[in-house]
């Protein structure tokens, strides 16, 4: 089996099978969050990325393991991209003792330090200049990994988005910034709240490379993203990559989506990222729909089972409460 | 009279207002068709159009500054900041613009503007989405601020707080959004700096702001089983702060117990208890000042955790039995 | 006498004596404050525009008497080129009761409501936000005036500047933004702070017009503010103007200038843009040597005697002092 | 034992560290050959090159932040904010990042920074660069606050911050960087959370903090001529607040003033005052608690104003002996 498709070498057929499953892993553990919600199984809110699976994959299938993300609050994507443990996912969300975060963080604090995760963010824009501390610190520290920073199209009009970029491009940071832009803020259509055709024309003003793809395209964006992160590692400073992409569900746990309209939504479930990225590895041999389908299940199997971790892990007990404010 | 809710006096306060005034007008992050994020501008972007519920950016220095700017040139802005933990963002435009332009200036300009916004925890979204941090804006001189309690007290201090003709900054809590309470259907406006004492007592005196006032109008009824007889003040406003009502009231119960929700440790509490300490309130006390406020952590996900975390009405019960008995 | 150069028509053969006159006004009026600042006779800080005079004084003629300013912390010149009594601006920042702000502002804070200054600002950036607020007034007003926000190009590197760019265009705003690009922050290279050539390359992130110009050449100057201005009056939105142009002395009082060499100071000075101007307006036979000879000495008699005026003027009362935070 | 400056004692303990840990850089605007706004790193980039003496362009939320994401992988920045007043910039990184991440992430990670930054007024800088805002930072978990009064508790407990695993913002004020004091050449640390009794007495406890600790010194120098013995506690770090020194002090004086610069009303003088108030030393009060701080107003320009904004030594003794006259 030949591939005939032209990715970084590190992106093996194992790894793009992995790929496959992965972004049913996070459609289905967004999926399930949806359900769990809905139901008022959980506390507080969620923001969910389904239909933007690609983004997420295949932004941080470009990456090597010592390389960092700081990614945002509709997250679950990213971090999963990263190598985290859906169970202790899950079980953060059911805000258990055994969450990533002890329950004390929740679904938009989720962070995995130790997979280069260095967390979700529920400030929009607040995580776009700790990319770039964090990209000082490789440099100075000469780490050789570079720092994917994502965002949404929202956040790229936040002062933050500015501030950073421009900081990264005159300290010439091995940093690479994601704009996920999924054509709304919360309700905020990026037609009405900016006025340029790509949010990557942005980069300009730092005078750095910017590029627009379709985020729903894994493996342009695999390529876009390996590009640019090994760009930024050779010394030659950040740059800016839009990805083209639709959130399928509201913006957050309560939301009647009356800022768009049901035609664009079926429009835009048509460009299925997963369906997408299946049709390229049959096309490419490198799967056949019976393994296919094998990955999808294991995949939903494996939510089934974080699922139940959660569930059947404790609560946190409140003698816990007063820990881990100070190191 | 009229049973409506918290929220909707909100909204009702500022379309009365609207209707009359064209100098009015509303920004905000979605507040258009989404009716922003607790929903309490639902519905008036079909009433008064775009120009005047004006949907912004994700841009919080700018659209701050942008209200303080049309409010020193002739406008009466209202600033809807999706979450008051995000006037972190804003705070130079607050606190070095609005605040102080008037005095810098030598007595001239004035900026006639409400900043709006829901504060607190007990919703789930974790600590940068649930603090209350009305103690910053309260210690700057040339901000007013305002914590209203009740669907009453939340319609008549906004549109007192809109006739102001400095910046005020208007505090809501997110669990009192869907709160009953009877409210007349004209406008009316309650000054600013006027406490209420919304129970009589003799045995002592607990102030309470916000969302505490309920849970210390709960302890009182408990504790009137037990024949201890609460008085419960509610400031409603910080700044000005109505001192002799709460003098008075000391003068007579001899005890006083000050409930906020924001973290104990530098909260506006301090301030409350130091004023009646240093006024001649001190020498009719017949047990030390007691304080109870959130505990020194940022706000948990978890809500066991999250609850634990700012005083509860068995919180309230015991330090009033322990303020009575003492000595 | 016919003007053969092209300008605006309000720019009159004696509005041209009268900026000439101007322009000399700024400069004595901070060579004063500067002497006296080395004697130790005035408090505080301030920031001298000598050496920027075409930028106040050229892009202030290009407006109409309503239309309005924001300025910054090197506001001299504007506050002068927007029509201030140079005599109370002196007596301002001799702290008198005389001055612009009573002796509560200084030099940072001189603000001529009446005459469309809406005031200096002493935040770096901070003024951006108001300037597209006061914009946000004259369109929702139909006042038809244009505001034009002046900043340097230290300030185009925060988030305020980004922030209110991107409303003030997608709001279509009447506000024009004047980057006074004096090559140096405090002592921050423009080179090193920022990685493009032209400041004015930014408008491009807001879909706006940008175009840099010599900031020390004061027909260009006039010339490309009025299209702006008149661009925005008719409603076609913002756009972005950066002044090439050069701060003779230091940042503030105490600046020993090893960030830049003599030579670069000196090669600056022969592009002196006062005698720049002067060679136009003699060229053009809009002036005799004698006559500019006589402007400038009655530029310096008026500077002259706003230093009596100040020096005469009584120290404020401490009884005003809590007079002015609250309207 | 050799005298040194304040100042100077800032900048040995920074050099000291630098020299034996590389890990440790500072960043912040014209830190370079400027050497800083008050030039307290004067020389350093000579020792230590632009790559540890970091000049930033004028971006304080994105310096902020990539001080945080660089400790939170591994660096150990130090951040001179320019003057403290900006902090409203980078409020969102300090408060909603910084202070809450280890929280948020269950306990993992950790941020071990320095926000060094001049506070208070007597400059003549006016409203926007004269302010005392340690009260905002006090309030929230997950900050260290810290205050030096002399230049031996500044070389001390800036080591010892350094050192420290958390955020810890360090106030260092204006008038103080001049003013010199016995300091030992070696490395040495001051515990945070701990404070330093600068004058032992027996009539009544002045808590004083920074540049008010000077203040009520001479006051108790001159209050001695009378016969009044004042006790003068320097808490030195706020946050955490050493309660027991203050606590015996008290039980020894039975009378207790508390003496800041930043406006009373909200200021952190409150909080001591509660904290004694609800103490066991309660019992032992003879007097009620007085707090002195600034007047509610922007601190003023001219230079008499100025001072008459903020407590001065004849204030403090006109407190003392009210308090002494008590009953
Ligand atoms: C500073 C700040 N402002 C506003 C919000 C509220 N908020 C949360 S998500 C969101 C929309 C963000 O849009 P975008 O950046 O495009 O990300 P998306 O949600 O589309 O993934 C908003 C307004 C926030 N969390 N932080
Ligand atoms: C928010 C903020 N950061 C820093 C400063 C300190 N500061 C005052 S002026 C200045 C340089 C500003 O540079 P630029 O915008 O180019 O204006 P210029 O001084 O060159 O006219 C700095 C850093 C400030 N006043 N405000
Ligand atoms: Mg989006
Ligand atoms: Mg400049």
């Given amino acids: 089996m030949e591939k005939t498709l032209t990715l970084p070498s590190h992106i093996t057929t194992e790894k793009l099978k992995d790929l496959y499953k992965q972004m049913w892993l996070i459609r289905y553990f967004d999926e399930k969050v949806d359900q769990f919600f809905a139901k008022g199984m959980i506390h507080g809110t969620t923001h969910l990325c389904v239909g933007q699976e690609a983004s997420a994959a295949g932004a941080i299938a470009a990456l090597q393991d010592k390389d960092k993300i700081t990614s945002t609050h509709r997250g679950h994507g990213h971090c999963i991209a990263k190598g985290a443990e859906t169970d202790r996912m899950m079980a953060e969300l059911f805000g258990r003792e055994t969450g990533y975060c002890k329950g004390k963080g929740g679904s938009m604090h989720i962070a995995d330090l130790e997979k280069g995760n260095l967390g979700a963010n529920g400030i929009v824009g607040g995580g776009i200049p700790l990319a770039v501390g964090a990209a000082l610190t490789s440099k100075m520290k000469k780490e050789g990994y570079v720092v994917l920073c994502f965002f949404g199209d929202g956040a790229s009009n936040e002062g933050s988005f500015h501030e950073s970029l421009n900081l990264a491009s005159v300290w010439d940071l091995p940093v690479v910034f994601v704009c996920e832009n999924n054509q709304y803020g919360m309700s905020g259509p990026v037609k009405e709240m900016v006025n340029i055709e790509n949010i990557a024309e942005r980069a300009g003003s730092y005078g750095i490379p910017g590029k627009a793809v379709d985020g729903n395209d894994m493996v342009e964006i695999?390529?876009?993203?390996?590009?640019?992160?090994e760009n930024a590692r050779s010394g030659n400073g950040p740059s800016l990559i839009e990805m083209k992409t639709y959130r399928w569900k509201g913006h957050s746990k309560s939301d009647a989506k009356k800022y768009r309209t049901r035609e664009e939504e079926k429009e835009w479930r048509e460009k299925d990222p997963i369906?997408?990225?299946?049709?390229?590895?049959?096309e490419e041999d490198i799967l056949t729909e019976e393994q296919a389908k094998n990955l999808q299940e294991e995949a939903k199997q494996e939510i089934d089972d974080a699922v139940k971790f959660a569930e059947n892990s404790p609560e946190p007990s409140t003698d816990t409460l007063l820990e881990d404010v100070y190191a | 009279m009229r049973e409506i809710t918290y929220l909707e006096a909100v909204r009702e306060a500022m379309s009365q207002e609207m209707r009359k005034n064209d100098d009015v007008f509303i920004l905000g992050e979605d507040i258009g068709v989404y009716g922003g994020a607790f929903g309490v501008t639902r519905g008036m972007i079909e009433e008064f159009g775009p120009e005047r519920i004006r949907n912004t950016p994700i841009s919080e220095a700018a659209i701050a500054g942008g209200a303080v700017g049309a409010a020193l040139t002739g406008m009466r802005?209202?600033?809807?900041?999706?979450f008051s933990d995000f006037i972190t963002i804003a705070m130079d435009q607050i606190v070095n613009q609005a605040a102080k332009l008037r005095y810098m200036y030598g007595g001239k300009g004035s900026v006639p503007m409400v900043l709006r916004t829901p504060a607190g925890s007990g919703t789930g979204a974790a600590a940068q989405h649930s603090q209350s941090l009305e103690a910053w804006v309260a210690h700057i001189p040339g901000l007013k601020v305002v914590q209203p309690s009740t669907a009453y007290d939340a319609k008549g201090l906004l549109k007192a707080a809109i006739d102001d003709e400095n910046p005020v900054i208007f505090y809501e809590h997110k669990l009192l959004y869907k709160t009953k309470g009877d409210v007349p259907e004209e406008q009316y406006s309650i000054p600013i700096g006027k406490a209420d004492i919304k129970r009589e007592g003799k045995d002592v005196t607990v102030v309470a702001t916000s969302i505490m006032v309920h849970k210390a109008l709960e302890a009182a009824e408990e504790l009137e089983k037990e024949?201890?007889?609460?008085?419960v003040i509610d400031p409603r406003t910080l700044v000005p702060l109505d001192e002799e009502t709460i003098v008075n009231s000391v003068k007579k119960t001899g005890r006083l117990i000050v409930v906020h929700e924001a973290v104990k440790r530098g909260g506006f509490g301090g301030e409350?208890?130091?004023?009646?300490?240093?006024?001649?309130?001190?020498?009719?006390?017949?047990?030390p000042i007691k304080r109870l406020g959130g505990l020194p952590i940022p706000i948990p996900y978890n809500p066991n955790l999250e609850k634990a975390a700012v005083p509860q009405v068995p919180d309230i019960i015991d330090a009033v039995k322990e303020t009575v008995r003492f000595k």
Same sequence: chains 1, 3.
């Fill in chain 2, 77 to 82: 802005p209202i600033l809807e900041l999706q």
């Fill in chain 2, 272 to 287: 409350i208890a130091s004023v009646i300490a240093e006024s001649e309130a001190f020498d009719y006390l017949d047990s």
């Fill in chain 2, 227 to 231: 024949g201890i007889d609460v008085e």
């Fill in chain 1, 275 to 282: 369906q997408r990225f299946k049709e390229v590895l049959i």
């Fill in chain 1, 222 to 229: 695999i390529n876009t993203v390996y590009d640019a992160v």
